[in-house]
């Protein structure tokens, strides 16, 4: 017997400027229910914005994935095992962070995080 797996799906907004609580409720479906795809229904950029705000402060400037070369660099280098496994433990989240685009729909309405 063939078995799919599970795909997890959750669905977020509108945030109505409640930014922290948008945040919540994606690290709620994001990171405690594993959830491998996010929509975020508002009309606005509140999700982008959210996003910006936690990969940063998850490993600081550019939280791009170009920027990731150069924190490897500045981190890893000459970085010891407990600092490269810090420096791992940040872009994990990050890194699920990351998939996030606009309207899947290319309405200009919504995000995804998936």
Same mark, same amino acid.
């Given at each position: 017997? #063939? *078995? @799919? =797996? ?5 669905v +977020?907004?509108p945030?109505?400027?409640d #930014?922290?609580a948008?945040?919540?409720? &994606?690290?709620?479906v +994001?990171f405690?229910h594993?959830? $491998?795809?996010v929509?975020?229904l508002? =009309? !606005?950029?509140? #999700? ?7 990969? &940063?402060? +998850?490993?600081?400037d550019? =939280?791009? !994935?170009e920027? %990731?070369?150069?924190?490897? &660099?500045?981190?890893?280098? $000459?970085?010891?095992p !407990?600092? %490269?496994d810090?420096?791992?433990?940040? $872009?994990r989240?990050r $890194?699920? #962070?990351? &998939? ?6 290319? *309405?200009g309405?919504?995000? @995804?995080?998936?």
């Amino acid at each position: 017997m #063939l *078995t @799919s =797996p599970r795909m997890r799906f959750a669905v +977020l907004g509108p945030a109505n400027d409640d #930014l922290v609580a948008l945040e919540k409720g &994606a690290n709620l479906v +994001l990171f405690e229910h594993e959830a $491998e795809q996010v929509i975020y229904l508002g =009309p !606005d950029d509140a #999700l982008d914005r959210v996003v910006r705000g936690w990969a &940063a402060r +998850l490993v600081g400037d550019d =939280p791009s !994935d170009e920027g %990731i070369w150069d924190r490897a &660099a500045r981190r890893c280098a $000459e970085g010891t095992p !407990d600092q %490269i496994d810090r420096f791992i433990a940040a $872009e994990r989240p990050r $890194e699920r #962070l990351n &998939a996030h685009d606009r309207d899947p729909r290319g *309405t200009g309405r919504g995000a @995804s995080l998936r």
